[in-house]
């Protein structure tokens, strides 16, 4: 599985953008994916995961009610509306997958498939 994140960018707080990860090889559809985030200077931190067929999705607190996390299996896609950003949004946000068959849904060591991250600023 090879995962390609885009979509991220600068913008002003209270806005809103959409990251997408598009997964190739083996089909993504199959596999549990999350979008964990590294702000500078800090470790990486959970954002969200659903499993394949998004019967379990799991937010983070911090995003909860703000961020989700959708899935159109058909394109091997995942993606992540984020809505009403804050400063504190800012961040490299890297998907993941996770084919081991072990889901542990917010531990990164737990994934073995990652994106290559992509960046999103929110300005105050």
């Known amino acids: 599985v090879q995962l390609q994140a885009s979509g991220g960018g600068l913008v002003q707080a209270g806005g809103s953008l959409r990251l997408s990860c598009v997964g190739s090889?083996?089909?993504?559809?199959?596999?549990?994916v999350a979008w964990f985030r590294q702000a500078p200077g800090k470790e990486r931190e959970f954002v969200c995961a659903s499993n394949w067929k998004m019967s379990q999705i799991y937010y983070a607190d911090s995003v909860k009610g703000r961020f989700t996390i959708s899935r159109d299996n058909d394109k091997n896609t995942v993606y992540l509306q984020m809505n009403s950003l804050k400063p504190e949004d800012t961040a490299v946000y890297y998907c993941a997958a996770d084919t081991t068959g072990f889901w542990y849904y917010n531990v990164a060591e737990e994934y073995d498939y990652w994106g290559q991250g992509t960046l999103v600023t929110v300005s105050s």
């Open positions: 090889g083996r089909m993504l559809r199959t596999y549990p």
